[in-house]
């Protein structure tokens, strides 16, 4: 590939957008869920998470969008369950600082998986929307379930 | 850049013949005033397929804009000294020059700062006519700008919003137009060609059978003109709006044209500044119309510049242009169709649409079209296109949209059929 595309589309990107992960509904109610949209181009995203004991056991997402942004989602839905809320919203938050920085490293600590491949998309600022779909809704999700258990719509224009 | 198979143009019309020396197979028109066009991106040369969004701009026009500054620069209507003067010549020189393009008095054409302003100019500007449960028709295949402004005026009037449906063939299903059309209908605003179906309406008919039940007609004619001919008169319109950037010209500057009776109907939206007649600290009264929608400094030096795109278009004609456009588009749908697995909306009659081709590959996400192909060094359109309504009509979240102007080639869409199998390949199809 040429122009810069075997960076944003990376055989590891091309496989979540090929198979994502996190497709199969919840196995009961989600505790959790937000809809998030980006209004400059039409993509929608739903998300539903389970809990119990304390950390996030199962993500659902369902995404109507572009290879980067259904990409992210699968990332999102293998990386979240096992983490308690706050590391699942540090994790989301890093990532967003990482695609508006010019290294866009992600701390070892954080175990960021093949998340850390995604920051490659912030060389091209017309897809970090994209990428930022699904862990800006994650964000919108974890408000609601910390407040009053209301989502209110996330949007990358926020 | 390999040919394909021959041009297959629509019955009745037939190719440009090449006789102005720029123009074999109908290839391309005047593409060296263009000197964007020239430019690589990401080391290929410039396949420019967004002429929707804007078209590229002559260095006639560039220069006149630059040549304004340079020379010129003065704000209008107030100077009493040379400067002054010639800016005030300039943006009435425009003014009238637009007219003359649309076959209509300079005195009812209002300079705005583009199709969009002059959309809310004309929506805010019946506001006071209006009465709660008056009824507003629009259609379903409306550009959110003439939507929009609708939306929010029957929000604040208490107005009832109704939309003239599309066909599965992506035209306007006029078999609704009667009930549509009651005694409530105020204002019927359409879209003159539809910036994602292609769909060229039927205007004249629609406006006539608007008047028939009274209502004011209103047109978005940002996507026609420039691309084919349009008289205000034939089109039956009480009002009509386009913006110069989608016309060869600057940025920035739009239009209203409407009848006298129309524009005496409407009150000024945004006041002060020049607009007005005489004020005093309690009050104010207005200009004649069209100073009366000008308020505030107007943008010169883009109103500066039109004439020489209108100067351009005129050169070319707009039947050699319209023709043109027709033939990128029949091979464009021909083509298309031939890739296997898109799904193109509209009609598919290129006699029956402007110069764009809306389509959507369920493996390619738009997006990730848009960029394989601008890798490529290909420009085309992915998104909602300001038409989120529509899309949703037609089922998908975003589309891919190519779009024709005067210097576009077959070559071009030969590069688009390339690319949208390039993108395949990355995605494994």
Known sequence: ?158 | MRRAKPLTAPAGVEPCDGQKGDCSRCGRIFAERFPLLERTVNGRPLVYLDNAATTQKPGAVIAAEARYYREHNANVHRGMHTLGVEATDLYEGCRTRVGRFLAVPAERVVITRGATSALNLVAGGLAATLKPGDEILVTEMEHHANLVPWIQLARREGLVLRHIPITAGGELDLARLPELLGSRTRVVALTHVSNVLGTINPVAEIAAAAHRRGALVVVDAAQSVGHLPVAFDDLGADFLVFSAHKAYGPMGLGFLAGTAEALERLEPVEVGGEMIDMVTMESATWAAIPARFEAGTPNVAAAAAFPAALDTIDEATLERLRQHEISLTAYALERLLAVGGLTIYGPRQADRRGGLVAFHDPMVHPHDMAQLLDSLGIAIRAGHHCAQPLHRRLGVVATSRASFGMYNTHEDIDALIHGINYARSVFGL
Request: with cysteine; net charge negative.
């Open chain 1, 1 to 158: 590939m040429n122009g810069g595309m075997d960076e944003l589309y990376r055989e590891v990107i091309l496989d979540h957008h090929r198979r994502p992960r996190g497709q199969a509904p919840l196995a009961g109610p989600a505790d959790a869920r937000a809809e998030g949209k980006n209004p400059s181009c039409g993509d929608e995203l739903e998300l539903e998470l389970a809990c119990a004991g304390g950390a996030i056991t199962g993500a659902h997402v369902a995404c109507r969008g572009c290879a980067i942004a259904t990409a992210s989602g699968s990332i999102l839905a293998e990386l979240v369950p096992g983490r308690t809320p706050e590391q699942a919203r540090a994790l989301a938050e890093a990532f967003r600082e990482a695609m508006h920085s010019p290294d866009g490293v992600l701390a070892d600590a954080l175990d960021p998986g093949d998340l850390e491949v995604l920051t490659g998309v912030r060389k091209f600022p017309a897809r970090v929307k994209c990428a930022l779909l699904p862990w800006i809704t994650l964000l919108s999700a974890l408000d609601a379930q910390s407040g009053d258990g209301r989502a209110a719509p996330a949007t990358t224009e926020a």
